[in-house]
């Protein structure tokens, strides 16, 4: 397994280049097995979960070809079982649950299993298919979902943590071949839903709402091939500002969206950073004083769960007490152990972080145990005193185009040992 060395002590200055969004090109890919027709997906990240999906689409029978961040998939003749030594490698292989039932009217895939940030239920997903006539059973491990047609339905996919992303996408590809009008209330409104929608809208789909917490959709007959590009990934945008919080100079991410990170901009602004953009591009400064804040994760446009951790790690080295509140995953808190062994102050109650602000960190052996937590402590380490080794950086793969070289390329010390 390979781990990282980060050499701590030095300041980051200039920009990087953000990639495709990872959680938009996982569904997106998905939804190409929806049509028989070619279609052609650009800025697509080069990660392992995308990998992963490429490589279920491939079994399900796809044809799939890749040449620097574009795809190109012609799903002619697929199978509607996803082999489970693959789909228990992500847990985003759930959403190849819908475009399967929307086309085949049939799926079996694995069960997702639990992960670090928590106990992670699929029933809002199963209760959608549900309402849209599918039968479903879980035996062997295994989700299976039969429909001898699907019928339109009025389907509130609000849970108790909030609305959910995935699901939400899950039932509008399910629906979007299915007779009739859907009404999906409750609907996750991030921009990946958005992306998402656009390009079944491309594909010939009839959707409107998508990006309000109503999503309408009325059934086609069936979709075409379509082409498509992913937005920007707003969290490792959002990352690579808090490194240049923690230990930039001037720090600028380039080919990025800054509507989509407004709470994070507001969140860096509230602790006393100078923020600038353009159309594309965001600049974060350390001008100004520090101030401590109190943030509480929530559904888009709120503070999201996947920067919680990078926060955390920010929060731990500025003057003063910080409290930040998890409602999404209230147990996705694997950061703050290792962020203690670095000499973080942190108290940890239930799903809130205390965090007091200590005046330096300690590079320390540590342990990556997700993606986002991971990518909290290569920000930590930054501006530590000494070395910081991490282990299990695969997690780190799964959503970071080479975080090692881009943070290099801003004047990071990082290294990265094969075994
Ligand atoms: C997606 C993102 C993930 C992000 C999360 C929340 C992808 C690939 N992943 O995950 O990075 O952290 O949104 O912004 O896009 N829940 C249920 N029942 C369900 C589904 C979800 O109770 O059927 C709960 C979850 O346990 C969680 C909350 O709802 O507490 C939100 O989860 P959800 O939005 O579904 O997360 P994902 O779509 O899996």
């Known amino acids: 397994m390979d781990k990282i060395l980060v050499h701590g002590g030095v300041r980051l200055e200039g920009a990087v280049r953000i990639g495709g969004s990872k959680n938009s090109a996982l569904p997106i890919l998905a939804a190409t097995l929806l049509t028989k027709g070619k279609c052609v997906i650009d800025r697509v990240p080069d990660l392992s979960d995308i990998h992963y999906m490429l490589t279920i689409l491939g079994r399900l029978g796809c044809e799939v070809e890749r040449a620097s961040g574009v795809v190109q998939i012609r799903a002619e003749k697929i199978l509607t ?107 996750a409104e991030e921009p990946e839903v958005i992306d998402l929608a656009n390009f079944l809208i491309a594909m010939g789909a009839k959707i409107s709402g998508a990006g309000t917490q109503h999503i309408q959709i009325e059934g086609v007959p069936e979709l075409h091939g379509a082409n498509h590009t992913v937005i920007p990934d707003r969290i490792e945008a959002g990352t690579f500002l808090v490194a240049g919080a923690i230990a930039g100079n001037r720090v600028t991410v380039t080919r990025t969206e800054p509507k989509h990170l407004g709470a994070v901009i507001t ?62 995953f209230p147990q996705r808190f694997m950061h703050v152990s290792e962020l203690k062994r670095m000499g973080a102050s942190i108290d940890l109650n239930n799903h809130r972080a205390t965090i007091h602000g200590v005046e330096r960190l300690s590079g320390a052996p540590v342990m990556a145990s997700d993606l986002r937590a991971s990518a ?22 799964r959503g970071y185009e080479a975080i090692d070289e881009k943070l290099n390329a801003l004047g990071a010390h990082i290294e990265r040992v094969k075994s």
């Not at 879980?138 to 699901?167: C, F, M, S, Y």
């Not at 909290?376 to 793969?397: F, K, M, Q, S, W």
């Open 376 to 397: 909290a402590l290569v920000l930590a380490a930054l501006p530590a005193d000494g070395i910081t080794e991490i282990n299990r950086v695969y997690h780190i793969d």
């Open 81 to 187: 079982e996803a082999p489970y030594e693959i789909v228990r490698k992500m847990r985003a292989s759930v959403c190849v649950l819908g475009p399967l039932l929307g086309r085949e009217k049939a799926a079996k895939v694995s069960l997702p299993g639990g992960c670090v940030i928590g106990d992670r239920p699929i029933d809002l997903h199963l209760k959608g298919f549900e309402a849209l006539g599918a039968t479903v059973m879980v035996k062997g491990g295994d989700i299976l979902l039969e429909a001898k047609k699907l019928q339109g339905a009025r389907i509130n996919l609000r849970g108790r943590h909030g609305p959910t992303v995935l699901g939400t996408g899950n039932i509008m590809m399910a629906s979007v071949l299915a007779e009739g009008t859907t009404d999906i209330e409750g609907a």
């Open 267 to 328: 969140a860096l602004k509230n602790a006393g950073f100078e923020l600038s953009h353009t159309s594309d591009s965001v600049t974060i400064s350390p001008n100004g004083s520090r101030r401590p804040l109190h943030i509480e994760t929530l559904p888009y446009p709120g503070f999201p769960t996947d920067m919680q951790a990078q926060f955390c790690a920010m929060l731990a080295t500025m003057d003063g007490t910080s409290v930040v509140t998890e409602t999404v």
